[in-house]
């Protein structure tokens, strides 16, 4: 089974052009006019000055830099800059916090909004972490997923998880979406397997530990230990409270009825994705979710969280996992445009701006997965569009393409491959939508992490260079680190643009 990507789009608000370049485009017309009146005048100086003012703002309206307009990338640069103008771009957290994490968690940049909420769960006795964003009137939780190995599996099981997974798409984008779903996310991460599963695995398990095959395999395995790896994948969901504002208000209106809404719902989505034949492993308690963030901010303390993990009990100061008012960091700052450091690690976020656009198999990113090394989480971030948005922006979409098409018939305009490729794919989305599938808006999001800067350098270098090969353009976020980590490190489903009108 083969996939396509569709190219991202180009369309502009004419002819490809979006409204800020047509207007620098204007001004750098009227700069000329301007300059050659004043030549005709006789100030010389005046109309090189005018003259090179039209160069530079038609410059601007038309470059690309880094798979985005000029226009694009402007406030980006503005709001980096007056962040580091106001110094919001270091973070001091834990006892330099306001609080000193006395009973709110700290986190940095645009999580710092979010609060615990606990759930109980029907049993009665298992606890489920709720982060609520106090500014967006948001909820989020986290579920543990187990993969199972696609590669290996024959054709026909690898069709049926697919189809399964599809369908998991269209219940999320309909039945819960219409519940007050309006994100989620899939997160996997790669961290280094502290315990080293195959030698304790092989200690537990030998019969004779003098043979020559167990001295062997002990060697073995305890050379492994640095480069052991082992995934953890969180489906992470965002609601809505205000769209279940009727439901709380009947509850109480409290706190924990906004829980109780919100774990219903969370019951059904655990259900329908376990029905696609993915293993859960229970959405995660506040401790555990907190165990999550701490140790993608603070790498070392991986090992320690893995060690309670193991050993400690259920309950008390040392339970597994970590106190959920303790999951920020210590420090976080952004180091130069495109380096995030927080406590002992630094890390680089990449987008990847365009999707393969040939023919590729389902496991077209099976190599990100299988020949890293490195510490990386892998965040694909989506939100289902209105079946009603979607048809007016297809739509939409179809009129301005066709409008676009006339215009450049009249004027003779050469017609490239890649505007050919982006009307199909216009036309395959309407199909798709005609067909009931649900459109999404979605980003994939690469997030790196190394001790030192220059092992940050060549783990970027190895990322950038695998998805290279699969027909990716990964694009590494200037100016945006600090966001760019919250939405690709975290499990909070955040990252992408909010809709506005019938854009989607």
């Known amino acids: 089974m083969k996939f396509q990507f569709p190219p991202r789009s180009t369309r502009g608000a004419v002819l490809g052009f979006a409204w800020s370049q047509i207007a620098l485009v204007m001004a750098g017309v009227i700069a000329a006019v301007v300059a050659l009146n004043l030549l005709v005048a006789g100030h010389r100086g005046l109309a090189i000055g005018a003259l090179a003012c ?31 103008r106001a110094g919001q771009s270091e973070y001091r957290g834990g006892p330099y916090a306001p609080n000193s994490v006395e009973q709110w968690m700290d986190l940095p940049g645009p999580a710092a909004a979010y609060v615990w909420l606990t759930a109980t769960a029907s049993d009665g006795t298992t606890q489920i972490g709720l982060l609520h964003h106090r500014r967006e009137k948001t909820m989020t939780a986290a579920l543990a997923c187990y993969g199972t190995n696609l590669i290996l599996a024959d054709r026909d099981v690898q069709a049926q998880r697919l189809t399964d997974w599809a369908q998991l798409l269209n219940i999320l984008g309909s039945e819960y979406a219409d519940a007050g779903l309006i994100r989620w996310s899939v997160t996997s991460r790669a961290v280094p397997d502290t315990g080293n599963a195959a030698q304790r695995f092989l200690v537990n398990r030998a019969v004779d530990s003098s043979s020559d095959a167990y001295r062997s395999l002990a060697q073995l395995t305890a050379a492994a230990a640095p480069a052991a790896q082992r995934h953890e994948i969180y489906l992470s969901v965002v609601f809505d409270v205000a769209r279940l504002s009727g439901e709380i208000a009947q509850a109480g209106g409290t706190d924990a009825a906004i829980a109780a809404v919100v774990l219903d719902r969370l019951t059904g989505i655990e259900s329908a994705v376990m029905e696609a034949g993915i293993t859960t492993g229970g959405w995660l308690s506040p401790r555990a979710y907190a165990a999550v963030i701490r140790t993608q901010f603070e790498p070392d303390d991986q090992e320690v969280v893995d060690l309670r993990a193991g050993t400690a009990p259920t309950g008390g100061p040392t339970a597994a996992g970590v106190e959920p008012r303790l999951a920020g960091p210590v420090a976080a700052r952004t180091v130069g445009w495109n380096t995030y450091q927080h406590d002992s ?70 017609r490239t491959a890649r505007e050919d490729d982006e009307a199909r794919a216009v036309e395959q989305i309407d199909r798709e939508q005609a067909a009931g599938h649900v459109r999404y808006r979605y980003a994939l999001l690469i997030t790196v992490t190394a001790p030192t800067m220059p092992d940050l350098d060549r783990d970027v270098r190895s990322v950038k260079r695998i998805l290279s090969r699969v027909g990716c353009e990964a694009i590494v976020l200037a100016g945006e680190q600090d966001q760019a980590f919250a939405a690709g490190a975290l499990p909070l489903a955040r990252g992408l643009k909010p809709a506005r009108g019938w854009s989607a």
């Open 54 to 84: 039209c160069v530079l703002l038609v410059t601007v309206g038309l470059l690309r830099f880094k798979g985005r307009r000029v226009t694009e990338w402007a406030p980006v640069v503005i709001g980096a800059l007056l962040q580091r």
């Open 345 to 414: 690690a630094y890390s680089r976020t990449l987008w990847v701006a365009q999707m393969p656009r040939q023919l590729v198999a389902a496991t077209w990113l099976s190599p990100l997965y299988m020949r890293t090394t490195c510490r990386r989480t892998v965040t694909l971030v989506a939100q289902p569009v209105p079946a009603a948005v979607a048809q007016l922006a297809t739509r939409r979409e179809k009129v301005s393409r066709a409008g676009d098409e006339v215009t450049k018939r009249k004027l003779r305009l050469v």
